[in-house]
Nanobody
Framework: QVQLVESGGGLVQAGGSLRLSCAAP????????MGWYRQAPGKQRELVAT???????NYADSVKGRFTISRDNAKNMAYLQMNSLKPEDTAVYYC???????????????WGQGAQVTVSS
């Protein structure tokens, strides 16, 4: 079992920036995907951004051009740089990772504890 460790988040004014970090500790053979989802009050959890092991990224239309996801494979970490934040970006952001603990073994998906991002107008 792996508990992803998130850091970052907080309160920022509209137009500001924040950076989230996500670490995957423990015994890991490979991480096939890392990313973030978010959930605002009264809404369903939605995809924000993902990055796969080869470096290809995917973004929700609502954050394209403002958010940048990256990863450090050597450290088993991912980062989400959020610029030009808007009040509608306010949500709890959950880091996720799809990984293998051993070669040729099944993948598992894990989640972080969540990081609150609040953008004031």
């Amino acid at each position: 079992q792996v508990q992803l460790v998130e850091s970052g988040g907080g309160l920022v004014q509209a137009g500001g920036s924040l950076r989230l970090s996500c670490a995957a500790p423990g015994s890991i053979f490979s991480i096939d995907l890392m990313g973030w989802y978010r959930q605002a009050p009264g809404k369903q959890r939605e995809l924000v951004a993902t990055v796969i092991s080869g470096g290809s990224t995917n973004y929700a239309d609502s954050v394209k051009g403002r958010f940048t996801i990256s990863r450090d494979n050597a450290k088993n970490m991912a980062y989400l740089q959020m610029n030009s934040l808007k009040p509608e970006d306010t949500a709890v952001y959950y880091c996720t990772a799809v990984l293998r603990h051993e070669s040729a073994k099944p993948q598992f998906r894990y989640w972080g504890q969540g990081a609150q991002v609040t953008v004031s107008s």
